[in-house]
């Protein structure tokens, strides 16, 4: 099965609203706490190893980063939360960007959460999960690391999650290192991007 995000290259990373792309295309966001794997989730699904930078530091990431999967088609980054060692006033001012960010993005089509299967649903997975409800967006969830559990434990997460969330996002199990759950990933953005 050929894979329509392998040709996502970066393009931008985006400081302030202004920066944004046009606002008549599609686009799926990415979010997670600083440590969940998000670099490596993208990395893994555009089956390229440094589309997203994965850094030592959790945090690293501290703007909107843009990769076009096709013209007006993109994959966005968002500054990875609740772990940064960033200044109070920078973290609110990204809080400020994000939030008209997600009321206000008519391309936005759907978000992806990713969360550490050891550590799901924290706060801020919450918050970002309830940007999605106020806007009816569709959002999905990726378990990462699932490589780090049996796979009994993987499935009792999962079933505890998806109890949680009720019909507010899908969720599955993803490891990136064992490529775990990449063509349902794949199938859900892509569809999404309508690539």
Known sequence: MSNALARAKYINSVHSLRQLPPDDGREV????????????????LTNQKGLARVSKTPGRTQALNYFEVDPGRYLVDLPGYGYAKVPEAMREAWKGTINRYFHERASLKGLVVVMDIRHPLREYDLQMLDYAVERELPAHCLLTK??????????????KVRKELGDRASVQVFSADAKLGLDEARAVVTGWLEV
């Open 29 to 44: 966001v990415f979010a997670g706490r600083s440590n969940a794997g998000k670099s490596s989730a993208l990395n893994a």
């Open 146 to 159: 699932a490589d780090k559990l049996g796979r009994g434990e993987q499935g009792n997460i999962l079933l």
